[in-house]
């Protein structure tokens, strides 16, 4: 069966201090994974996807990027936090190609920066 | 873009009533997915519902949904909630030709006894 991980669960960090935060799946091989972003009181926004090892799509700039080293691996950081960056983050994959619309969310992390 | 409306943020019931939490979608495909996902704390958010099918029901765990792509709308039901129905709702919609996955603002659902 397919697991999903990530890291930290949580996380309190200074504005200006690096992040990283990190996913791995686990039991599915090539998955497309994505990273979703839910600041506060807010919805749920898509940051980035990836279909394959190092290919990574921007879905909406928020000074955050995103890296796949390996096909089980999605990593989200940033050099220099901002206030703004505080919130719920969520791993998720789906299936490449067939039933690809489904996708399955990890635990996510909560990152609050002061 | 697509975009997606929950009109209700928050919705208060009495256990063994009917819930309705709607959910209408703006898009300019014709083959969008629609899904209902359900967020309960601290826990992953999970598939409840997914339809494609126009004017076709689709149900799971008690819950039911019919997409209707004349109204653009995906409401979902349950015919008598439970405590444990209690939970952060998700309706959201998948664009087959962007690959992006669209949330709406969700909708809490919290039945009380």
């Known amino acids: 069966a397919q697991t999903i991980h990530q890291w930290p669960v949580a996380e309190i960090k200074a504005v200006g201090s690096p992040l990283s935060l990190g996913c791995t799946i686990k039991g599915k091989s090539s998955p497309n994974l994505y990273w979703y972003w839910q600041a506060t009181g807010g919805t749920l926004q898509q940051l980035f996807y990836?279909?394959?090892?190092?290919?990574v799509e921007s879905v909406v700039q928020l000074n955050l990027s995103a890296s796949r080293p390996k096909d089980d691996q999605f990593i989200l950081s940033t050099e220099k936090l901002l206030l703004s960056h505080s919130g719920f983050y969520l791993c998720?994959?789906?299936?490449?190609?067939?039933?690809?619309?489904?996708?399955?969310f990890g635990p996510g992390t909560r990152l609050l920066v002061l | 873009g697509d975009s997606v409306t929950q009109k209700e943020g928050l919705v208060t019931l009495t256990e063994g009533l009917p819930v309705m939490l709607n959910c209408t979608y703006q898009t300019i495909y014709s083959n969008a997915f629609l899904f209902w996902y359900v967020h309960y704390l601290n826990e992953s958010p999970r598939l409840l519902l997914k339809?494609?099918?126009?004017?076709k029901r689709t149900e799971h765990q008690g819950f039911h949904a019919t997409l209707h792509k004349s109204s653009s709308s995906f409401h979902l039901q349950k015919s008598s909630a439970q405590l444990s129905d209690s939970a952060l709702y998700y309706c959201a919609l998948y664009n087959t030709n962007t690959g992006k996955l669209t949330f709406g603002d969700g909708t809490v659902l919290t039945v009380k006894p």
């Open positions: 998720a994959w789906s299936l490449y190609r067939e039933d690809q619309d489904t996708q399955y």
């Open positions: 339809s494609s099918t126009d004017n």
């Open positions: 990836s279909i394959t090892v190092g290919q």
